[in-house]
Structure formats: structure tokens, C-alpha cells
């Protein structure tokens, strides 16, 4: 299996533009997790899925971040407008089974906000 | 939902010595705790978990326990290499049986040589 897959690695964009993060679980696994991580703030859930339906959104920031998950294999986290304070890495997780399951991180992408 | 805190927030060990990182949570109910490695500028991973109906869990040179009582939980590494250096992260269910995790602010462990 090729792990959670996340595009683009990197992104580099001005403030005002959207941005698009992409994610897809590894297959088969029924619960995707958006996180994002700073120096200051450190990982921070923004979103979850179980099973195509968000579940808890309560981390994301405010309205300019959404995220969609329209099938089980792929995931969006939309930034619109973007802020320089947005910048950060945005990792996407994918688990299978019970609540104690191990969740599985992508490799992350590494957004700037200039 | 529950509070994870992690120390120390930085640690430097000299090769073949011990490293331990302690958490700390407040829901006694929590039941699951697990603990990620991350390497510099890689994604987080699993390397040990415990759940709350057995005290220690051993898988070679890391270890981990759980004071249920006392509501802490420990990392430690026996007899560290170069390649134990990454940042170590601790969580525990946001709340009993949720899939969210709360994680704590994390542990950087150098290695000196």
C-alpha cells in the first residue's frame, strides 16, 4: 500500500489566493483526520471524517477554511482567502476500525502564505 | 474534553544513556494513549501504544507506563542511538471512546554522540 498520499507537497502562494489541499486515505480506512502543525501551537485537529461525514469540526479556524470528503478515497481542506498566519504543515491521517486504531499520517504538505 | 501535558519540552541525552518523557492528563476515564515519533521534516508515527487495563508495555528499547491513579503516562527509551533523535508525541482521547486525540506539545530528544 502506498500510505496516505497528500498533493501538493509543497505550496507557496500569496495572501487572498485560495489554496486546495488534497488527501487520500489509505484504502480501506474509514476515518480521515485533517491536522495542522505549527511551532507555536504544535498539531492541532482541524477536521474528521468517519465515513464520508464530518463528525467534529470544531478546530477549524474560522469560515475561510472548509474541508470535503465527496467519496472514502479523497479528501479536500480549502483555504479562501488565505492569511500569511496560515502558513504552516497540514498533515492528513487515516485510521480503520475502532476509536483505538492507529491512525495513519501522510507525508504532509508544507503550505507558505506570503 | 481532555488536557494533555508533556515533559520536558526539550531533552539532550548522551548515546547509550536513557530518555523519559512524562504526560499528564485529566479525564480518568481516558483509556488509550498513545505515543508518535516524529523525525525532522517527516510525518508523525506511531511507535508504542498502551491502553488502560495493563500497566507497562515493552517493545525493545522503548517502553511505556501507565500510573492510572496518579493519571501520568511515560515514554522511555533504553540505551538511545543517533536515530532515537525526533520530537515524541503523547495523546490520549479528547474524550472516552472519541476518535479525536488530544496530543501533548511534544518532546525533542537529541542524541549526542
Known amino acids: 500500500d502506498a500510505g496516505v498520499i497528500q498533493s501538493p507537497r509543497h505550496e507557496v502562494t500569496e495572501m487572498g489566493q485560495e489554496v486546495t489541499l488534497r488527501c487520500k486515505p489509505i484504502?480501506?480506512?474509514?476515518?480521515l483526520f485533517w491536522y495542522r502543525q505549527t511551532m507555536m501551537r504544535g498539531l492541532e485537529l482541524l477536521i474528521y471524517?468517519?465515513?464520508?461525514?464530518?463528525?467534529?469540526d470544531s478546530g477549524m479556524p474560522e469560515d475561510r477554511f472548509s474541508a470535503k470528503m465527496p467519496n472514502a478515497s479523497f479528501s479536500t481542506l480549502k483555504i479562501q482567502p488565505s492569511e500569511p498566519r496560515d502558513s504552516a504543515v497540514y498533515f492528513c491521517?487515516?485510521?480503520?476500525?475502532?476509536?483505538?486504531?492507529?491512525?495513519?499520517f501522510g507525508p504532509g504538505t508544507r503550505l507558505t502564505v506570503l | 474534553g481532555e488536557n494533555v501535558e508533556q515533559h520536558p519540552s526539550t531533552l539532550s541525552v548522551q548515546e547509550g544513556d536513557s530518555a523519559v518523557i512524562k504526560c499528564t492528563y485529566s479525564?480518568?476515564?481516558?483509556?488509550?494513549f498513545p505515543w508518535y515519533k516524529q523525525e525532522l521534516g517527516k510525518r508523525p508515527q506511531l511507535i508504542i501504544d498502551?491502553?488502560?487495563?495493563?500497566g507497562e508495555k515493552k517493545d525493545q528499547r522503548i517502553a511505556v507506563t501507565l500510573n492510572k491513579t496518579a493519571k501520568h503516562f511515560s515514554l522511555h527509551i533504553t540505551e538511545t542511538q543517533p536515530e532515537d533523535s525526533a520530537v515524541y508525541f503523547c495523546?490520549?482521547?479528547?474524550?472516552?471512546?472519541?476518535?479525536?486525540?488530544?496530543f501533548g506539545a511534544g518532546t525533542t530528544v537529541t542524541v549526542r554522540a
Open positions: 491521517a487515516s485510521r480503520t476500525g475502532g476509536a483505538y486504531n492507529e491512525q495513519f
Open positions: 484504502s480501506g480506512h474509514n476515518s
Open positions: 471524517f468517519n465515513n464520508n461525514v464530518p463528525i467534529d
Open positions: 479525564d480518568s476515564a481516558s483509556n488509550y
Open positions: 498502551i491502553r488502560s487495563n495493563v
Open positions: 495523546a490520549a482521547p479528547y474524550r472516552v471512546n472519541d476518535y479525536k486525540l488530544s
